[in-house]
């Protein structure tokens, strides 16, 4: 089976931006989570989607938003970036919901 | 809030020698993972544990699962450069949904 996607790999954008990171999950799964990972933090969960439901939901503020489609393709919104908002931003799928099958990563630089 | 402390942070060690990565926290977790990550990469789970007591082996790493399922413990026996890189452990409580929290991770470095 293919592994999990994600576009892009890497991202530049400016203060006040926007941005939308994609996610192909494992054939089969259903479950999307995405995560934040920093020196500073560590890995930490945003949220995870489920049959194009947001199942949970981390503590990170509204301005991080995500969707799911019926082919359990997954997206994920960052407005009005700011600087702190550097970061790899993973994605993961699952079939069991608890073990995560990761994609590469999207690096995010807010300049 | 759930906390997994994991220790030490930085482990550097000769190619050869055995390594042992500790996974704590006061929760009781439902199940436990750990994952390895190299730069540039997503992490890589190596493992699941979910009963209290649970040892399991893989290749040259022996994961265990304390009994009261509050901590855990990763060790690697002859460890080679390939074992490099950032090892994390992650718990999740079934009460609080498939929420994963993980670890700050162990870097470990094996030199040649």
Known sequence: KAGVTQTPRYLIKTRGQ????SCSPISGHRSVSWYQQTPGQGLQFLFEYFSETQRNKGNFPGRFSG?????????????????????????ASSSTGWEQYFGPGTRLTVT | TQLL???????SIQEG??????????SVFSSLQWYRQEPGEGPVLLVTVVTGGEVKKLKRLTFQFGDARKDS??????????????????????AAGNKLTFGGGTRVLVKP
Do not use: W
């Open chain 2, 5 to 11: 402390e994991q220790s030490p942070q930085f482990l």
């Open chain 2, 17 to 26: 020698e055995n390594l042992t990565v500790y996974c704590n926290s006061s």
């Open chain 2, 73 to 94: 413990s990763l060790h690697i026996t002859a460890a080679q450069p390939g074992d490099t890189g950032l090892y994390l452990c992650a718990g999740g409580i079934e």
């Open chain 1, 18 to 21: 926007q941005v939308t990171l």
């Open chain 1, 67 to 91: 969707r799911q489609f019926s082919n359990s393709r997954s997206e994920m919104n960052v407005s009005t970036l700011e600087l702190g908002d550097s970061a790899l931003y993973l994605c």
